[in-house]
Nanobody
Framework: QVQLVQSGGGLVQTGGSLRLSCVAS????????MGWARQAPGKEREYLAR????????WYAESVKGRFTITKDNAKNMVFLQMNSLKPEDTAVYYC????????????WGQGTQVTVSS
């Protein structure tokens, strides 16, 4: 009932910045939280950031705290991930996600976008 389409990503050098965008369509009024996760080859999925749709409360993984910022635009049903001070270890496929609950795993996922940080 919810579809997510991502944009952004690409190739950047160490220390650079990128901004990822994600727009939700469908039954967006049901959403309670949105977030971002990534997965690098040979590694498990890592949850990076989330934001509660109504309160705006945020959470960040320690690996990105202070470098990444999650924001939202409720009117446009969008969520963003601003990534600064990028490192080679940030290289991964990044996914946005949305859920009508405040618990459990996300129900809806974007298509993913590659972020590559070169040294």
């Amino acid at each position: 009932q919810v579809q997510l389409v991502q944009s952004g990503g690409g190739l950047v050098q160490t220390g650079g910045s990128l901004r990822l965008s994600c727009v939700a369509s469908g039954r967006t009024s049901s959403l309670q939280r949105m977030g971002w996760a990534r997965q690098a080859p040979g590694k498990e999925r890592e949850y990076l950031a989330r934001i509660e749709w109504n309160s705006g409360t945020t959470w960040y993984a320690e690996s990105v705290k202070g470098r990444f910022t999650i924001t939202k635009d409720n009117a446009k049903n969008m969520v963003f991930l601003q990534m600064n001070s990028l490192k080679p270890e940030d290289t991964a496929v990044y996914y946005c996600a949305a859920d009508p609950h405040l618990y459990g795993d996300y129900d809806y996922w974007g298509q993913g976008t590659q972020v590559t940080v070169s040294s």
